[in-house]
């Protein structure tokens, strides 16, 4: 990735909208997160020299709550911490597709043998109804790209295209209201749909692109009876498979 490239409007996007969610980062790690992006990726460095003191002061956090942040991001993939030492950390920051590559190279042994995330499950020879119906698709890099690859490099709301700089996974039914992370509550987006769409439900939201004119009114039927079948378990994607 070249940083002199990125677009902060597109970058604050993903992060608010992808990174923080999916992390699932705390209000403080937000907050250091952000202030670390603020001073490399936002002015073009991909790396950053910084001090915890001067960190959690500009912040408002005690020391130790800053140092945590730090090493919980680290720990997630969010930063790179290269070198710590008296004078301060540096940190090479990442980015949501970035962590996606970093776990893409980390499993790509285990997706090779079939053996991620549900692998566990389905390699006992479980029929694979079974283990989709269990697999929690948040949970891997590869199961998560089995959703994407489900929908065809298409937002499942509004049809645009969605390069995987551009897309996320959004629940149909929000979090909030408990929806599951089951593939029959996951869709793959463009990031636009995924932050307008919010906590509504999903058919209000197609109807308002609707009548935006972004869907045509066969597009609306579409998407209206797509919905329904995503939650009758008709829109499967394709699991990893063992041995390939
Ligand atoms: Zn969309």
Not at 112 to 132: D, I, K, N, R, Y
Request: net charge positive; with cysteine; aromatic share 6%.
């Amino acid at each position: 990735m070249n940083p002199k490239k990125l677009n902060p409007g597109l970058l604050w996007m993903q992060f608010e909208d992808v990174l923080a969610p999916r992390l699932g980062l705390s209000v403080k790690e937000r907050a250091v997160y952000s202030y670390l992006l603020r001073h490399s990726l936002v002015v073009g460095k991909l790396r950053l020299q910084f001090a915890v003191m001067a960190l959690a002061r500009t912040l408002g956090l005690s020391i130790g709550a800053a140092r945590q942040a730090v090493r919980r991001l680290d720990e997630l993939g969010a930063l790179r911490v290269l070198e710590r030492s008296k004078s301060g950390h540096l940190a090479e920051m990442r980015l949501p597709e970035k962590i996606r590559a970093i776990r893409l190279r980390k499993n790509g042994a285990s997706i090779a043998s079939g053996a991620v995330g549900v692998g566990a499950v389905g390699a006992a020879g479980e029929p694979p109804a079974a283990t989709l119906e269990t697999t929690d698709f948040l949970k891997t890099w590869a199961v998560r790209k089995a959703i994407h690859d489900r929908e065809r490099e298409a937002c499942f709301y509004c049809f645009r295209r969605t390069p995987a700089n551009v897309r996320c996974l959004d629940h149909v039914v929000p979090r909030v209201r408990f929806g599951r992370n089951s593939y029959r509550n996951l869709v793959s987006c463009c990031i636009e749909c995924n932050t307008r769409k919010g906590d509504r439900p999903a058919p209000d939201f197609l109807r308002t692109l609707y009548r935006l004119g972004r869907l045509t009114p066969a597009e609306l039927d579409a998407r209206l009876r797509a919905l329904k079948d995503l939650a009758a378990g008709k829109l499967r994607p394709a699991l990893p498979e063992k041995g390939k």
